[in-house]
């Protein structure tokens, strides 16, 4: 998706039929498509292709041959099982940018094994660390693995039609989850690797900040961050408590971090005192990263996220006006390419047969009434 907002033409291949997975992962559906779908496949063009049919793997490798990137998320080893693994499709296209994105990477003891969001975040202790701190493990409210390992692809790629400009060459690349989600467990990880600290959860607390977490008000959260001495200062003054930034207890993060739970009570009984509402006045302006924990009514109604124009709409040929969240970052060069609706299965076939490939009329014909390929017609 984000190389389409900046101007790729993407072709997603889809298995004739039910085509990709997440189109069924419903409800809510908008008419036949699925939200999640809807959400995950702006910019593409879908062709339905037969990777059974001798045909259809043909068409496939003439795709290549005509392509920049090749990006696939197969089973390591059940691609070339059909001719289309990097070495063949290098030979085709020595240009190519070949991506293969997996659960676990292209070599080791499970690359066997799939890979979903949940059980990367599992297997690479994600979900040992997010929860509550006396509570059992939990996924992120989205598949963060996931969309860190694509926000990782999107980079890789970048890096190597670079390095082909430079060189001439393609290029295989190797992004999977466990790696991803192994990559950003961070100061986590650094904690254990380095300390022996063995991880837990702390809910929305953190474990070398405090204060920095969820506090509770007399109607719902605020969410206050002090990295630092000074803004613990003023906390303490915005909350009407001098006295705890006098404590020698609190004096600096480390000594806070030693005496958490004192200094938590104390906090907790004051936020409790006011609404949400009062407490975000009172911190406006002072140079404190604070702010509420919203619902989604209340995000799309933020004003900041208003301004910053982080939602496109589309017209969908079957669903009709859709609305998702666009790509966190802009440029002040360049404008994003106006949004293309995620697209029906197979709805571009002939298009890119014809457009892409330059086959004739009779040809697609041919392809489309032995099955190695189907046209979605729009109503």
Request: glycine share 10%; proline share 5%; aromatic share 8%.
């Amino acid at each position: 998706m984000n190389l389409g907002d900046l101007g790729a033409e993407v072709i997603k291949v889809e298995r004739p039929g039910a085509g990709d997975d997440t189109r069924a992962w419903g409800p809510p559906f908008a008419g036949r498509e699925s939200i999640y779908f809807l959400s995950v496949n702006r910019n593409k063009k879908s062709i339905a292709i037969n990777m059974k049919d001798s045909k259809g793997v043909k068409v496939i490798k003439e795709l290549a041959a005509a392509s920049d990137v090749f990006v696939e998320n197969f089973v390591p080893g059940k691609l070339a099982e059909m001719g289309l693994g990097y070495e063949d499709i290098k030979k085709i296209a020595p240009h190519i940018v070949y991506c293969s994105i997996t659960g676990y990477g292209q070599t080791g003891p499970v690359v066997q094994r799939g890979g979903y969001d949940s059980i990367a975040a599992a297997v690479s202790g994600l979900m040992h660390i997010t929860g509550h701190e006396d509570g059992e493990p939990v996924r992120s409210g989205v598949a963060m693995t996931d969309l860190a390992t694509g926000l990782y692809t999107y980079g890789a790629i970048m890096a190597g039609l670079l390095q082909r400009y430079k060189t001439g060459k393609g290029l295989h690349i190797d992004c999977n989850l466990l790696s991803t989600q192994v990559a950003c467990l961070t100061h986590v990880a650094a904690n254990y690797l380095n300390c022996k600290i063995e991880a837990k959860r702390w809910g929305t607390a953190h474990g070398s900040i405090v204060p920095y977490q969820a506090f509770k008000t007399k109607d719902g959260y605020i969410v206050v961050g002090a990295g630092n001495d000074h803004q613990f200062v003023t906390v303490c003054k915005i909350l009407n408590l001098p006295e705890v930034s006098k404590d020698s207890r609190y004096k600096t993060n480390t000594l806070r971090v030693q005496n958490r739970k004192e200094l938590i009570d104390i906090l907790s009984t004051r936020f409790s005192e006011k609404a949400t509402i009062e407490w975000l006045q009172l911190f406006e302006g002072s140079a404190v990263p604070y702010g509420p924990i919203n619902n989604m009514q209340q995000v799309f109604s933020d004003p900041q996220v208003l301004h910053n124009g982080l939602v496109m709409e589309m017209n969908h040929p079957t669903a009709g006006k859709i609305a998702v969240p666009g790509p966190g970052v802009r440029y002040s060069e360049f404008a994003m390419a106006h949004p293309k609706p995620p697209p029906l299965v197979g709805q571009h076939t002939v298009e890119i047969l014809k457009s892409v490939l330059g086959y004739e009329d009779d040809a697609i014909e041919e392809l489309l009434c032995t099955g190695a390929v189907a046209q979605h017609e729009v109503r």
